[in-house]
């Protein structure tokens, strides 16, 4: 059983308290109660394994993940219809069934109210997540194309993105670079594949330069790979529903490496 059939059935081994403990139950409403009262007369028990630790860092990743897709779409004053579409695409990418459809829509109004607790939900989410950089990476990376939905990456948006990665862990460098191959993704999409336009952005979503080696080339692609690999990113704490999300990215990493490397065997 996943994550969230534990969670709605009451039978999960983890607690998820603070701030994203309180949206998460406010946002499944009694079900949820029932299942912490359950959790909380057998905790004396014990069975908080690394299963149940893993399942903990999923609740955390998709409460935190559509919260802070509210919170971003109201950014730039106000939440447009791409940027709701966005969010609404990602559920159908989920397969999210009706209940968790409203749970996440929830969280993201949520995220758009005035008193949304923004520093203590980030501040948990690091915590909940262990240092776990290739996870952290794939929550900013969401967000980025939250806020690049409606074709447009406002002030605004590019502030309260740069300061939610220093939140989570990461420098203004790395998101930069992050942020670059998120614009280079969606800009090779718009451009014909045999255009020098293409392939400039290809390098750039690989983080490499047209006169890097063609060793640098294929050592770029491997890292990104291995950072995105959705297996491995579902083990860290990924929603197993949000895996459709990373193999999406590795496919936009392969299409700029083999774009590069045709280029170069041409």
């Known amino acids: 059983m996943s994550w969230w059939g534990k969670l709605i059935g009451g039978t999960f081994g983890f607690m998820l308290g603070g701030p994203l403990g309180a949206m998460l139950g406010a946002s499944i409403g009694h079900n949820f109660d029932r299942g912490v009262n359950r959790f ?26 559509f919260s802070m897709m509210g919170y971003l779409a109201k950014a730039d004053g106000q939440v447009t219809h791409e940027e709701i579409a966005l969010a609404q695409s990602v559920m159908r990418q989920m397969n999210l069934n009706p209940q968790q459809q ?5 969280l993201f109004n ?3 109210e005035a008193d949304f607790p923004v520093d203590q939900v980030l501040a948990q989410f690091r915590v909940e997540c262990h240092r776990r950089s290739n996870l952290l990476q794939m929550f900013l990376e969401i967000l980025i194309a939250t806020a690049m939905a409606d074709g447009t990456l406002h002030a605004s948006e590019q502030r309260l993105l740069q300061r939610t990665a220093q939140s989570i862990g990461f420098s203004a460098e790395q998101f930069a670079f992050i942020l670059q191959r998120q614009k280079a993704g969606q800009h090779m999409h718009q451009q014909r594949p045999d255009s020098a336009s293409a392939l400039k952005d290809a390098y750039k979503l690989l983080g490499v330069q047209p006169d890097s080696s063609d060793a640098d080339v294929k050592k770029a692609y491997r890292r990104l790979m291995n950072q995105h690999h959705p297996d491995k990113l579902v083990a860290k704490g990924l929603p197993e529903e949000m895996m459709e999300l990373a193999n999406k990215k590795t496919m936009e990493i392969k299409e700029a490496y083999e774009l590069v490397s045709k280029s170069r065997a041409g």
Request: hydrophobic share 35%; no cysteine.
């Open 40 to 65: 909380q007369a057998s905790s004396s028990s014990g069975g908080f394994g690394a299963e149940a630790e893993v399942e903990k860092i999923q609740s955390a990743f998709f409460t935190t993940t």
């Open 102 to 106: 409203k749970v996440a829509i929830n």
């Open 110 to 112: 949520k995220g758009k």
